[in-house]
């Protein structure tokens, strides 16, 4: 982070026990240790952050994650989402924090060095209301990922964005499309699902209507663009590791077998 710009940041990790794909997903083990446990380790790697805390409305997340000693901030059973939870950790808070990072619970191949960058672009660009990270593509990259796409096999949202790196869209379609396949290096980005936020900019976003593109694409921070908001978009990699999360039971020997043959992105203590 900017040495001379101090900015206060929490983490929050948004996590639910009734999801529809997989419950309990937060308990599921992942070579020993819970997929909650996991996320939180990686959140707490990352430097300059104030405090780490578990956002649920589940009392069984809520023992576990005290049984290894995570802060948890019970959340009401009526969020809609994690962003509605999130800001109910935040508006708690007795010092509201410059910085929120809304780190998803399944997001547990993500190198702590990816929300490290987002912390980065907020502090020095003062401006940045809210900050999400994106991966690019290689031609060949696009290709196959539009081509499993269309077989139904992946998910995954695309963003395109200025030269300044505010976002212009996101979509779950493959954008831009390419006309020329012999483009060297595309401005195609593979978008990672996590923000930072200004806290103003979290009681902002959450105190605005569904927008018409939002619900067309069932992406949540499209109301952020069609409000006029500044999303800045941040270019990460991986570092060679290959990224993952969870979303069905099927994905825990996937992310077991990268881990296995990667290793495992925190020493093991």
């Known amino acids: 982070?900017?040495?001379h710009v101090a900015l206060s940041s929490v983490i929050v990790i948004p996590s639910r026990?009734?999801?529809?794909r997989f419950p309990g997903k937060p308990l599921a083990k992942i070579a020993g240790r819970t997929l909650l446990e996991r996320v939180w380790e990686l959140a707490s790697a990352v430097s300059g952050v104030n405090d780490v805390y578990i956002a649920t409305d589940s009392d069984r997340i809520r023992q576990h994650a005290a049984s290894?000693?995570?802060?948890?901030?019970m959340t009401s059973p009526d969020c809609k989402n994690g962003t509605e939870r999130v800001y109910q950790v935040v508006r708690g808070l007795q010092q509201k924090p410059d910085v929120v990072i809304n780190f998803q619970g399944d997001a547990?191949?993500?190198p702590?060095?990816?929300?490290q960058a987002l912390l980065s672009a907020m502090a020095v660009d003062r401006s940045i209301e809210i900050a999400t990270p994106a991966v690019r593509l290689?031609?060949?990259q696009f290709q196959e990922l539009r081509e499993a796409k269309q077989r139904a096999e992946v998910g995954g949202t695309f963003v395109v964005f200025d030269r300044n790196h505010r976002a212009l869209y996101f979509s779950k379609a493959p954008?831009?499309?390419?006309?020329?396949?012999d483009l060297r290096r595309p401005p195609a980005f593979r978008h990672i699902g996590m923000y930072a936020y200004t806290s103003e900019a979290l009681a902002k976003y959450l105190s605005l209507p569904a927008s018409p593109l939002e619900e067309a694409e069932q992406l949540e921070q499209l109301r952020a663009l069609e409000n006029g908001m500044d999303v800045r978009v941040v270019e990460v990699d991986y570092g060679g590791r290959t990224a993952g999360s969870v979303d069905t039971p099927?994905?825990?020997?996937?992310?077991?077998e990268i881990i296995e043959r990667e290793g495992e992105i925190l020493p093991i203590s």
């Open 112 to 115: 702590p060095h990816i929300l």
């Open 175 to 181: 954008i831009p499309h390419l006309r020329k396949s």
């Open 17 to 20: 026990y009734g999801s529809t």
């Open 68 to 73: 290894f000693g995570a802060k948890v901030v």
């Open 250 to 256: 099927e994905d825990v020997l996937a992310i077991e």
């Open 138 to 140: 290689s031609a060949k």
């Open 108 to 110: 547990v191949l993500t």
């Open 1 to 3: 982070m900017n040495s």
